[in-house]
T-cell receptor, first 116, second 112 residues
Framework: EAQVTQNPRYLITVTGKKLTVTCSQN?????MSWYRQDPGLGLRQIYY???????DKGDVPEGYKVSRKEKRNFPLILESPSPNQTSLYFC???????????????FGPGTRLTVT | SQKIEQNSEALNIQEGKTATLTCNYT??????LQWYRQDPGRGPVFLLL?????KEKRKERLKVTFDTTLKQSLFHITASQPADSATYLC???????????FGSGTRLLVRP
């Protein structure tokens, strides 16, 4: 089954404790992206990646890191989480790639992160 | 400043009627505009994509229009059903790049 998976689905952590949220897709998509969703603010793009080793900042990249060492994986890293990073996080992938038109995005189930 | 706006108030309609949702944007020149459906606690699900040179796109009971002069997209659901109740998000690429901006969504409630 074609899907985007995220782990963990729920995470409660403390300020300053490094964490990684994994994202994996099995559709051979070139484009992957991370979003956070907060009430009243909608979905905001954190980082996106056009292909392996190519990443770009979205609207709200501060406090986050990403890496794209393999096509299927795009982990989101919070080196020193703070309470204002408490949010619902979504990973997405798409056929879109450099030189190709924009295609629809397939979203993962979400990771609810609480930083105390 | 650049922004994308959707009605923040919920749209409440009777089953069988047509629902029309609006997405307005300023200071962007998108090449594509997309609509997604999101149910509570779940990831958005793609519905329709329309390109800047397309005026209208249809899929079953769904129709989307894209007016680059007005900087507006309209999303229509005809013969609405209670199962259509969800939040609908529009998204556009920023100035023909691969960076995406989403609206905050409009919640649709379809009464039986």
């Amino acid at each position: 089954e074609a899907q985007v998976t995220q782990n963990p689905r729920y995470l409660i952590t403390v300020t300053g404790k490094k964490l990684t949220v994994t994202c994996s897709q099995n559709m051979n998509h070139e484009y992957m992206s991370w979003y956070r969703q907060d009430p009243g603010l909608g979905l905001r793009q954190i980082y996106y990646s056009m292909n392996v080793e190519v990443t770009d900042k979205g609207d709200v990249p501060e406090g986050y890191k990403v890496s794209r060492k393999e096509k299927r994986n795009f982990p989101l890293i919070l080196e020193s989480p703070s309470p204002n990073q408490t949010s619902l996080y979504f990973c997405a992938s798409s056929l879109s790639g450099r030189g190709h038109p924009m295609y629809e995005q397939y979203f993962g189930p979400g990771t609810r992160l609480t930083v105390t | 400043s650049q922004k994308i706006e959707q009605n923040s108030e919920a749209l409440n309609i009777q089953e069988g009627k047509t629902a029309t949702l609006t997405c307005n944007y300023t200071n962007y020149s998108p090449a594509y505009l997309q609509w997604y459906r999101q149910d509570p606690g779940r990831g958005p699900v793609f519905l329709l994509l329309i390109r800047e040179n397309e005026k209208e796109k249809r899929k079953e009971r769904l129709k989307v229009t894209f007016d680059t002069t007005l900087k507006q997209s309209l999303f229509h659901i005809t013969a609405s059903q209670p199962a259509d109740s969800a939040t609908y998000l529009c998204a556009l690429d920023v100035d023909s790049s691969y960076k995406l901006i989403f609206g905050s969504g409009t919640r649709l409630l379809v009464r039986p």
